[in-house]
């Protein structure tokens, strides 16, 4: 997945997708186990379980760490984040995250 592309863009081209789809899809591109995929991005492989299965979202801090990690924009993955937490609580805002 290419770093030079905005938030913009990639919800544009993707669509509106949920942090644990961003997850999951960026770890099976590189055809990574859920532990390998764990250690690389420094989370337990159960906790990458539970963000891939959206049982958790992940805070801000946290999702731009794991997107430094992946070499991702931050302000990506943080919206990402964000706006799963509003769907969750049932809010029709939309995020949308300067750099």
């Known amino acids: 997945m290419s ?13 509106e997708l949920s942090f644990s789809e961003v997850l999951r899809g960026f770890r099976l591109s590189e055809e990574s186990s859920q532990v390998e995929f764990a250690k ?9 379980c539970d ?8 805070s801000a801090s946290r999702a731009a760490m794991i997107a430094r990690k992946l070499g991702l924009p ?5 919206q990402v984040a964000i706006q799963d937490e509003l769907r969750k609580q049932n809010f029709k805002y939309s995020v949308l995250l300067a750099a």
């Open 3 to 15: 770093t030079n592309h905005s938030s913009k863009e990639f919800f544009e081209r993707y669509g």
């Open 40 to 48: 690389k991005i420094g989370i337990s492989a159960a906790n990458l």
């Open 51 to 58: 963000l891939e299965k959206g049982r958790k979202i992940p």
């Open 74 to 78: 931050e302000t990506l993955l943080i």
